[in-house]
């Protein structure tokens, strides 16, 4: 159950992430105008959010 809100926590503080948002915008965008290069701009940038995200929870535990 702790594990369960550790997890939905992490995804709401990824959902808030003004990165992520700009990942997912990107990626949407590019996907529309079919520029390759603007869809990757977006992978990358929802993978640095997620990664970022994933290691500051994961410091918070060993406290």
Not at 27 to 51: N, P, R
């Amino acid at each position: 159950m702790a594990q369960e809100r550790l997890s939905a926590s992490e995804d709401e503080s990824l959902w808030k992430s003004r990165l992520f948002k700009f990942g997912v915008v990107a990626a949407v965008a590019g996907a529309f105008l079919k520029a390759k290069e603007l869809i990757t701009v977006g992978i990358v940038a929802v993978g640095a959010a997620w990664a970022t995200f994933s290691l500051h929870e994961r410091g918070k535990g060993k406290k």
